[in-house]
């Protein structure tokens, strides 16, 4: 049987996750993004998931 888990709501997080893929998508086509670096066999993230915690962490 699955565990479901409750993931606390915190508007300020949702708000700064939302501001950052808004700044990412503004300066970024991830869709090129992930056609000039494919995926190589052992990659963990996609292009536009690195892109994307780049600008999140800054």
């Known amino acids: 049987m699955a565990v479901k888990h409750n993931i606390p709501f915190n508007k300020k997080l949702d708000l700064e996750f939302d501001e950052a893929f808004n700044l990412l998508n503004e300066f970024v086509d991830l869709k090129q993004a992930g056609q000039r670096h494919p995926l190589r066999s052992n990659a963990v993230y996609t292009t536009s998931v ?8 800054a």
């Not at 690195?50 to 962490?57: G, K």
Request: no cysteine; hydrophobic share 75%.
């Open 50 to 57: 690195v892109l994307w915690m780049l600008v999140y962490s």
